[in-house]
């Protein structure tokens, strides 16, 4: 089945430093990844979506100058926490689905492991 | 727009129990309806789906069948193992491929 790679798995940062989460299409291409966050015993909550060659489209309520998403490539996108605070400390998860360049083919998605950060 | 309303947790079983946890959904048309499980320290991983009404998705001995008069999608066990302690995600997608996920819910199962 298709692979999504996330890395790192867990980071551990200091408070005011940036942090940068990749996600990788492994066997497919992508022209639209998914940010989510999961608080403690919650559910995954969508933050934004990440548009191969264009702009994220953000969630409401979601800084986007906070959380600077670059989806750079078919099989790349990356989710930088600027100037982390322990209020950002949450496990992000990333996903992709595999989609010819407008047309979506399937609509199984298809989740990263995840990255726990922590923000002391 | 697009919903789904999971039961809530945590659920705790003695081996070989049955399991049931409720999922209904709000949705325009007929989406695929998805449920994942997420073990403890990982991502979530496809458990299970079921592409249009009256499919029953299976995996593992867990069940759900898409039931549009009801709009559920229930998931079922026969009997559960210790190794089936996860949170279950029941969800669908929205136009592009972001999902809906309901709440979790929470299973342990004791020996």
């Known amino acids: 089945g298709a692979v999504v790679s996330q890395h790192p798995s867990r980071v551990i940062c200091k408070s005011g430093t940036s942090v940068k989460i990749e996600c990788r299409s492994l066997?497919?291409?992508?022209?639209?990844m998914f940010w989510y966050r999961q608080f403690p015993k919650q559910s995954l909550m969508l933050m934004a979506t990440?548009?191969?060659?264009?702009?994220?489209?953000?969630e409401q309520g979601v800084e986007k100058d906070k959380f600077l998403i670059n989806h750079a490539s078919l099989t790349l996108s990356t989710l930088t926490v600027t100037s982390a605070h322990p209020e950002d400390s949450s496990f992000y998860i990333c996903?992709?689905?595999?989609?010819?360049?407008?047309?979506?083919?399937?609509?199984?998605?298809?989740f990263g492991q995840g990255t726990r950060l922590t923000v002391v | 727009g697009n919903s789904v309303t999971q039961m809530e947790g945590p659920v705790t079983l003695s081996e070989e129990a049955f399991l049931t946890i409720n999922c209904t959904y709000t949705?325009?048309?007929?989406?695929?309806l998805f449920w994942y499980v997420q073990y403890p320290g990982e991502g979530l991983q496809l458990l299970l789906k079921?592409?249009?009404?009256?499919d029953k998705g299976s995996n593992k001995g867990f069940e759900a069948t898409y039931r549009k008069e009801t709009t559920s999608f229930h998931l079922e066990k026969g009997s559960v193992q210790v190794s089936d302690s996860a949170v279950y995600f029941c969800?669908?997608?929205?136009?592009?491929?972001?999902?809906?996920f309901g709440t979790g819910t929470s299973l342990t199962v004791i020996p």
């Open positions: 996903s992709a689905s595999p989609s010819d360049r407008g047309r979506k083919m399937n609509t199984e998605a298809f």
């Open positions: 066997d497919f291409q992508a022209t639209t």
């Open positions: 990440s548009n191969e060659g264009s702009k994220a489209t953000y």
């Open positions: 949705a325009t048309g007929y989406p695929s």
């Open positions: 079921a592409t249009k009404a009256d």
């Open positions: 969800a669908l997608p929205n136009t592009g491929n972001q999902f809906y």
